[in-house]
């Protein structure tokens, strides 16, 4: 399989300087917490509109079959540092595929696309804050010849009166998370916040904003 790795001089330009700032312990509403970390966009947000940008995004309307790669539900709450549910904030999620290539010109992975990976979803939090994605677990990629990133899916959160929230969710106990460069940029006792174990093909990650 050809890949074209990004030099790492590119890929930090292109994703700037990871900054952590908190935790998200799972724990109950109305209880204060830190801000979830935020991580870097990324080299790799969608550049291109897409028609299908809905919480399924194991298929792709207009396109029949499923995507490949291990099933995953994602799902969780956006909450505030008082705890309390934040309703109707917008997310942007996005990810590579079971390959590792990302929807996007500049994707070191040079693999075929899944036809049946949506890639990209566009969703709102329900009055109760939750939130709910299929998707499958992304594959690994090399950033250049060095640096292979462990599999992590982005979220970038928005809602009126609170911080924009750019952060990467990572899985627990997968071994690249330990050497890459910007898990790394977390401290350890804030890793938690963008950490998630998988239990019988879900995930829960709640995130955490700050207000205004």
Same mark, same amino acid.
């Given at each position: 399989m050809e890949r074209s790795p990004i030099t790492r001089r590119k890929f930090i330009s292109l994703t700037g300087a990871a900054i952590a700032t908190g935790m998200t312990p799972i724990i109950a509403i109305g209880q204060d917490r830190q801000p979830t970390a935020k991580q870097v966009e990324g080299p790799f947000f969608p550049k291109h509109q897409q028609i299908d940008k809905d919480a399924d995004m194991t298929s792709v309307a207009g396109m029949s079959g499923k995507a490949s790669g291990e099933a995953l539900i994602v799902k969780g709450r956006v909450l505030d540092t008082n705890g309390d549910v934040v309703a109707n904030a917008l997310i942007d999620i996005w990810?590579?595929?079971?390959?590792?290539?990302?929807?996007? /010109?500049?994707? !070191? /992975?040079?693999? !075929?696309?899944?036809?049946?990976?949506?890639?990209?979803?566009?969703?709102? %939090?329900?009055?109760?804050?939750?939130?709910?994605?299929? %998707?499958?677990?992304?594959?690994?990629?090399?950033?250049? /010849?060095?640096?292979?990133?462990? !599999?992590?899916?982005?979220?970038? =959160?928005?809602?009126?009166?609170?911080?924009?929230?750019?952060?990467?969710?990572?899985?627990?106990?997968? !071994?690249l998370n330990e050497?890459?460069?910007?898990?790394?940029?977390?401290?350890? /006792?804030?890793?938690?916040?963008? %950490? =998630?174990? =998988? =239990?019988?093909?879900?995930?829960t990650f709640d995130i955490v904003l700050a207000k205004v």
């Amino acid at each position: 399989m050809e890949r074209s790795p990004i030099t790492r001089r590119k890929f930090i330009s292109l994703t700037g300087a990871a900054i952590a700032t908190g935790m998200t312990p799972i724990i109950a509403i109305g209880q204060d917490r830190q801000p979830t970390a935020k991580q870097v966009e990324g080299p790799f947000f969608p550049k291109h509109q897409q028609i299908d940008k809905d919480a399924d995004m194991t298929s792709v309307a207009g396109m029949s079959g499923k995507a490949s790669g291990e099933a995953l539900i994602v799902k969780g709450r956006v909450l505030d540092t008082n705890g309390d549910v934040v309703a109707n904030a917008l997310i942007d999620i996005w990810q590579a595929d079971n390959n590792g290539r990302y929807l996007h /010109e500049d994707a !070191p /992975e040079t693999s !075929p696309l899944d036809q049946s990976f949506q890639y990209w979803a566009k969703i709102k %939090t329900a009055e109760d804050g939750s939130y709910r994605v299929k %998707t499958i677990k992304p594959a690994k990629y090399a950033a250049e /010849e060095d640096w292979q990133r462990p !599999p992590h899916i982005h979220f970038r =959160v928005a809602k009126r009166g609170m911080r924009e929230l750019t952060t990467q969710m990572y899985f627990a106990n997968e !071994p690249l998370n330990e050497i890459d460069r910007l898990y790394l940029e977390a401290p350890a /006792e804030q890793r938690p916040s963008i %950490t =998630v174990d =998988v =239990v019988k093909g879900e995930a829960t990650f709640d995130i955490v904003l700050a207000k205004v």
